[in-house]
């Protein structure tokens, strides 16, 4: 009944359960491998940076998470975020809105499938540099090499595994929780056995640091971006609802879950960080490692050794494939949903659905894994474009979040119809303060980090590169696609009573 209900005929098997759908989240959020890759924002305003940047960051995305819960319950479908616009916003902007937001998030979670698997290719090449002591330096054409083996790897893993991908989902989740816990206990408990200095508790939440040529202040909102880049994928859960057996109550559930579960892990998980980091930040920094989390292992090497140090970044790397694998298929449930309706090149083609592999949307599989190696070839200019990978996936998801919200307020109030999940009375001031977190939150993406006068190779493309998909989905729109994108398509009589269940 759930898809039935707003017209469309159900065409993927609903065969996860809750715990899945949030377990799809969280394995792509992947906690410490992305705390790992992204300690370049956060390790510049030091422990207070790392830790209260965290905790106060993931409290506002929490907000947004509530939001999109509430639409989430109410209007399950794996179109969810451009469909919701479509469905709330005046009928004179309805369209282009609900066509700026579709491509934002399609072409945003195509660069999380970027930023993910790239930061595998540039943990991976770390362990070189680790196994060499720092001597090896990889090229470019390594980690892009690395890249592109590691997408088209995951393409052919959702192909195979689409019949057991809700299980894989289960392991994945129980991986991430068993390296936190074995990184929290262990790691200072290898210190303490071996006597080596742990910084204080108040050194690790009262010191800060200013590593960049902004104020201090703006060096801590800058530390954001780590939370920001790393709990960056809780609408996986509305992408998968057509694939959940409950949606009303999987889809929230799914999205606090994952978000809370990374607030209060992550601020664990960055505290010990911090305590076992050493005092030297900027020695951190500038690690010849390729990555700072290996930087702050190796200045533990006398802890542990090298082997020690290889074998903690070897299991952020297997974690961080399971990553990249989570968000390709949360990618290609979104890209089929927008072809389904027409929105995307080669829609007719896009949408077809494979039941040989196990009723899942395989062309869509393949289509997000060729995107993204194409999006891709930025890394191959400077790390300056490389990180702009990072924010295609970030800004453009905010933009994506955030004009379902604001045409629910703005517009359809009385349209709304909460579903089993609903915060009642609050629900309009949630919506509000998560709008003025994402248009922040959208504007801190932009700004380059380590200063206000950036060269070339440090400056934050992001600018640039979101507003190439947003100036080019709207200019797309009113010089062609008006003409035939009229909004989703019906694919099922809206009271029809064809069977929900496959």
């Known amino acids: ?47 207070v940076g790392m830790v209260w940047g965290w905790f106060s960051a993931s409290a506002l995305i929490f907000i947004v998470g509530l939001a999109i819960a509430d639409l989430g319950s109410s209007l399950p479908t794996s179109g969810g975020l451009y469909w919701w616009t479509h469905y709330f916003a005046a009928d004179r902007y309805k369209n282009p809105l609900s066509f700026l937001v579709g491509y934002s998030n399609t072409i945003g979670l ?38 592109v083996a590691t997408v088209l790897c995951h393409g052919a893993l959702a192909t195979s595994a689409g019949r057991i991908m809700h299980h894989l989902q289960t392991w994945f989740v129980l991986a991430n929780f068993a390296l936190i816990l074995a990184t929290v206990i262990a790691l200072p408990v290898s210190m303490r056995v071996r006597n080596i200095p742990i910084n204080s508790a108040r050194y690790v939440f009262g010191h800060s640091i200013n590593e960049t040529a902004w104020p201090s202040g703006w060096a801590f909102m800058l530390s954001w971006l780590s939370p920001i880049w790393t709990i960056g994928a809780f609408d996986s859960c509305v992408h998968m609802s057509e694939e959940a057996k409950n949606p009303t109550k999987a889809v929230p559930i799914g999205i606090l879950a994952s978000i809370g579960g990374c607030w209060i892990f992550g601020f664990l998980v960055t505290a010990v960080l911090a305590a076992c980091a050493g005092d030297s930040f900027a020695e951190i920094l500038s690690t010849p490692f390729g990555q ?54 080669f829609s007719a083609f896009l949408r077809e659905i494979s039941k040989q592999f196990g009723y899942q949307p395989l062309r869509t599989v393949w289509a997000t894994c060729i995107m993204a190696i194409i999006i891709g070839l930025l890394a191959l200019i400077n790390n300056a474009a490389a990180n702009a990978l990072f924010s295609l996936a970030a800004a453009g998801n905010n933009v994506a979040w955030g004009i379902p919200i604001m045409c629910r307020v703005v517009w359809g109030q009385e349209k709304f119809r909460p579903g089993p999940f609903y915060t009642g009375r609050c629900s309009v001031a949630i919506a509000v303060a998560a709008l003025l977190y994402l248009t922040f939150s959208t504007i801190l993406c932009m700004f380059p980090t380590e200063g206000p006068d950036p060269d070339p190779s440090v400056m934050n493309y992001s600018a640039v590169v979101n507003g190439t998909v947003w100036g080019g989905a709207l200019l797309y729109y009113f010089l062609y696609a008006h003409k035939w994108f009229t909004g989703p398509r019906h694919t099922l009589d809206p009271t029809g009573s064809e069977d929900d269940t496959i």
């Open 292 to 345: 700072p989390i290996a930087q702050a292992r190796m200045s533990l090497y006398a802890t542990n050794g090298e082997s020690g140090a290889i074998g903690f970044m070897s299991a952020i790397t297997i974690l961080q494939f399971f990553m990249g694998l989570s968000i390709v298929v949360a990618a290609s449930r979104q890209t089929w949903a927008f072809s389904r309706d027409g929105a995307l090149p």
């Open 110 to 147: 195509i660069g999380g499938i970027c930023s993910i698997d790239y930061g595998f290719a540039s943990f991976i090449v770390s362990l070189g540099a680790i196994s060499s002591d720092g001597e090896w330096t990889p090229s470019r054409g390594h980690l892009y090499a690395i890249f």
């Open 1 to 47: 009944m759930y898809v039935a209900s707003i017209g469309y005929r159900q065409e993927l098997q609903r065969h996860y359960s809750s715990v899945q759908v949030f377990a799809i989240a969280f394995s792509i959020m992947g906690l410490l491998p992305s705390i790992s890759a992204t300690l370049w924002f956060s390790v510049p305003a030091g422990p």
